[in-house]
């Protein structure tokens, strides 16, 4: 899928929004979400970083990339209105910029018919715990993507325990992916280190009950 993802990187930096649409667009017609997510649009935004981090592209290539990505994302999202009950809220660790792939966490739970309340990036964590005691959901899903983050990662982590023992807390991001923080593992708490760690969960979950022993 190399060919691909960095096909539809130029066109994300090149501002091509439709081209970039279409090829997303023809990709979902022979694969699942879950694969598009993951081997297309994923790897090209990480191809992205990479030339920013190789000064190969300016902060403002990046700045539109990320844009036409985070609308393609919104435009595959999928929302049937049918539910199954059970909600899920999604964040970012407080100061945290990086929201793309927490966006495609939320529609893998859309798509299996969860409640899925995306707060995005950059919400203080006061704001964040009134939004989770108000929606009372069955799962928080937290986001980090640098490792200077594990302190504000594990306040926020003790904060949701403490606020919604009940539920369960999942953890990924790029710090997930690259260091795996299995050692954070608990019966409630767990990290998941790729949108498919993601999809075994929600499908381990599909017909059980929330409770340890599920």
């Not at 539809?8 to 279409?22: D, N, R, V």
């Not at 989770?132 to 640098?146: M, W």
């Not at 990290?191 to 929600?202: G, H, N, Y």
Request: hydrophobic share 40%; glycine share 6%.
């Amino acid at each position: 899928m190399e060919d691909v993802y960095k096909e539809l990187a130029s066109h994300l930096l090149e501002g091509k929004e439709k081209e970039a649409l279409e090829l997303v667009q023809h990709w979902k017609e022979e694969r699942s979400l879950t694969e598009v997510h993951e081997d297309i649009i994923t790897p090209a935004m990480y191809h992205v970083g990479e030339l920013w981090q190789k000064n190969q592209i300016t902060v403002a290539d990046e700045h539109l990339a990320t844009a036409i990505c985070d609308y393609i994302l919104t435009l595959l999202s999928p929302r049937t209105g049918e539910t199954n009950g059970r909600k899920a809220i999604f964040f970012n660790v407080e100061e945290e910029q990086h929201h793309l792939g927490l966006k495609m966490a939320a529609d893998l739970f859309r798509e299996q018919g969860w409640e899925a309340r995306f707060l995005g990036a950059g919400v203080p964590n006061d704001h964040v715990l009134a939004q989770i005691e108000k929606y009372q959901p069955d799962v928080v899903c937290v986001s980090a993507s640098l490792s200077y983050r594990v302190p504000a990662l594990k306040e926020i982590i003790r904060i949701i325990e403490e606020a919604v023992p009940e539920a369960y807390v999942l953890v990924g991001g790029r710090i997930v992916q690259k260091y795996g923080m299995k050692e954070w593992n608990t019966a409630r708490v767990e990290t998941l280190r790729s949108l498919a760690d993601i999809k075994d969960w929600l499908d381990d979950k599909k017909e059980g009950t929330f409770d340890e022993t599920s």
